[in-house]
């Protein structure tokens, strides 16, 4: 299910928007993007839908999938966004499902080059 969801937020990421950071917790994720002309609501709105409909079919179930209300929070500077991706990556650490942000396997802190810079970063 983890592997569904992280696909499909991946799927549109530098043309939509461009993820910064992300976590696939077991009831819950975390997600630090640049949004850009597409509105946050419905970035959020079709990740949910899709990601719903193709859980539920695997699943072999119908209704509602995911919690309806999300938390959002703008970033306010470079200190603050590395704040955030920090808290993001450490995610699984805080609730003892790694030891290093680095082993939780649907989390962008793998990707993660020893400048802590992730794929597409390393070519700007």
Not at 15 to 21: G, N
Not at 53 to 65: E, H, P, Q
Not at 99 to 114: G, L, M
């Amino acid at each position: 299910m983890a592997e569904l969801v992280e696909k499909i937020l991946l799927e549109a990421d530098g043309r939509d928007y461009r993820i910064q950071a992300w976590v696939i917790m077991p009831n819950h994720i975390h997600l630090v993007a640049d949004v850009w002309d597409v509105p946050l609501v419905k970035l959020i709105n079709d990740w949910n839908g899709k990601s719903s409909r193709l859980a539920n079919v695997l699943l072999r179930r119908s209704g509602k999938f995911w919690q309806e209300d999300y938390y959002d929070t703008l970033i306010r500077d470079e200190a603050h966004l590395k704040r955030a991706i920090r808290y993001t990556g450490q995610n699984p650490v805080k609730a003892y499902l790694a030891k290093t942000a680095r082993e939780w396997p649907w989390s962008s802190a793998r990707q993660r080059d020893e400048y802590e810079r992730l794929p597409w970063q390393r070519s700007e």
